[in-house]
């Protein structure tokens, strides 16, 4: 028997027959039960063992479910080791093990790799973070006034309001920062659910004004706000044309991350928990009491179905507002982050552009006017400046 998630809740009773399904598997437990026969014995013949089998950690220890024995079989990993290129799979690790290496340090520049590990790579042995050329374009697509969004759900297996299905993801939380024009103080918003009732309609209603007519909204990961939206308009029909507006408003800071910037730190990984403490480490989540969405569902639902008194309930209402402000505050201050790197002053020469340098593949510091990073490296040679003939002659003297 198992929760159907094609059932539709109505909003009054439950009609268990449809919430649920049942199943006859015994044409599949048939067909299992050889292997099955087989599988206990191998087992057994393990459990009989003195000491565990050595089996490396790969894929299965967290698909499809996470192993109970997960932590005791990986040990966390130095920050350079090999599993922490992004998306390196298990036959290029197996490959690098099988040659005897461990660190990233350790891969020759022939090993065949996509050019996003070999980026990452280069930037971990190289200790230097990469920019791609392309990000200033990237970012000058950003139309303000500027809107920084995230939503935080639950998904409930028992579907609570009308039109839900089971595990339907459930809206309760949103922040809002607005920035009206480049460089401009920020205003901000926020949306909590406060009691028990059905907080859809209140979630939408009080965003879609604030969003206003134009501009950027920016999300990371935008498949889960643009779904978010979709449930929603589907499940109050009279908002779905604004909601398609937003919808195509959506700008997301994740793909940009992911194909523009590397840092050595990021270990891997092109989530904002990962990005945010290696380019802005002065805004990390560490110490916070809610620091991931998870336990954001999990307070949320502590705080309205929970045992937990007055004071308990204020300061982790507190929290959940903390975090979920954190989140686009963290969005804003990267997008600063990553307009620094292109701009980087020079102290030889107010203005400089960071830009790529085509020889490393890293960035370096070039000047604006002239656009040709080769001239005015730190690295390589230092030739005039066709616009400026003073600034080039200074970057001379200074190098
Ligand atoms: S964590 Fe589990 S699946 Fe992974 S190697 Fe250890 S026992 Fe096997």
Redesign the pocket.
């Known amino acids: 028997m198992h929760l159907n998630r094609e059932y539709v809740y109505d909003g009054r009773a439950y009609v268990l027959s449809q919430l649920f399904s049942i199943e006859t598997v015994d044409h599949l437990i048939d067909e299992l039960d050889t292997e099955i026969e087989a599988q206990i014995r191998t087992e057994f013949q393990m459990l009989d063992q003195e000491e565990p089998p050595e089996?490396?950690?790969?894929r299965?220890?967290a698909k499809p479910v996470v192993?109970e024995?997960?932590d005791?079989?990986?040990a966390p990993k130095p920050m350079d080791h090999i599993s922490n290129l992004p998306g390196i799979r298990d036959r290029a690790i197996q490959k690098l093990l099988s040659l005897g290496i461990e660190s990233i340090y350790e891969i020759p520049p022939d090993f065949p790799f996509s050019d996003r590990m070999r980026r990452a790579c280069t930037c971990v042995q190289r200790a230097t973070p990469w920019f791609s050329s392309e990000l200033a374009h990237k970012l000058e697509e950003l139309r303000y006034p500027v809107y920084f969004m995230d939503f935080e759900t639950v998904n409930p297996a028992i579907p609570r309001f009308a039109e839900m299905r089971p595990f339907d993801v459930l809206p309760f939380q949103w922040p809002l920062h607005i920035q009206e024009s480049r460089g401009a103080n920020l205003r901000h918003f926020e949306f909590l659910a406060a009691t028990d009732a059905d907080p859809r309609r209140n979630f939408v209603e009080q965003l879609c004004p604030l969003l206003r007519e134009s501009g950027s909204i920016v999300v990371y990961h935008k498949t889960f706000e643009s779904e978010r939206l979709a449930d929603l308009a589907g499940w109050i029909p009279e908002f779905a044309p604004r909601i398609d507006q937003i919808q195509r408003r959506l700008w997301d800071l994740l793909p940009v991350v992911r194909s523009s910037v590397y840092h050595p730190e990021f270990e891997g990984s092109f989530s904002l928990k990962a990005v945010i403490p290696a380019l802005l480490p002065e805004l990390s989540y560490e110490g916070m009491e809610v620091a991931d969405g998870t336990t954001a569902g999990r307070v949320w639902e502590s705080i309205l179905h929970g045992s937990l008194e007055g004071a308990d309930k204020t300061r982790l209402r507190d929290a959940l507002l903390a975090y979920c402000g954190q989140d686009t505050l963290v969005m804003v201050r990267l997008v600063e982050r990553l307009r620094e790197a292109l701009l980087e002053t020079c102290d030889c020469c107010n203005g400089h552009a960071r830009q790529v340098c085509p020889i490393l593949n890293v960035a370096e510091i070039g000047c604006n006017h002239c656009q040709r990073i080769e001239q005015y490296s730190r690295r390589h040679k230092y030739g005039v400046h066709p616009a400026d003939p003073d600034v080039a002659q200074r970057d001379v003297d200074l190098y």
């Open positions: 089996i490396v950690p790969g299965q220890c192993c024995f997960f005791r079989c990986n």
